[in-house]
């Protein structure tokens, strides 16, 4: 499922797509290939969220086992459920540690969220 070779061009070109479909035209997303270092955690891609500012990271490793569409559009849902997410994620904080407890099992709910709607997205295309 993942791919190699990745182009700069081309996942800027699927970025500025979803950007469009996702009504985030005001934002500016700058994407970049990276290799994750975390041996523990396999991950095709991340987001940094400047929110105040309408900026963003898109993060994408150079080995993804989504292919890069799925991963600009996973990504990109992370951006548009921030405010909620980090909005639910103090309130869990305030009652367990990171990545603990229900603090786990809330990030794997969002984790499988928005994997189920990019599948979605991804669908009707």
Request: charge should be positive.
């Amino acid at each position: 499922m993942g791919e190699k070779g990745l182009q700069l061009n081309e996942l800027n070109s699927l970025l500025e797509k979803w950007k469009k479909n996702f009504q985030l035209s005001a934002w500016k997303i700058n994407l970049e290939i990276t290799d994750f270092q975390r041996k523990d955690f396999k991950q095709s891609g991340d987001i940094k969220i400047d929110l105040k500012n309408k900026k963003a990271t898109l993060l994408i490793t150079n080995k993804p086992f989504r292919n890069k569409e799925s991963t600009i559009i996973h990504e990109l849902l992370h951006l548009l459920l921030w405010e909620y997410d980090t909005f639910s994620e103090k309130i869990i904080l305030k009652n367990c540690k990171e990545f603990k407890g229900d603090h786990i099992k809330y990030m794997n709910k969002l984790e499988k969220t928005v994997t189920k709607l990019t599948n979605i997205f991804l669908s009707l295309k």
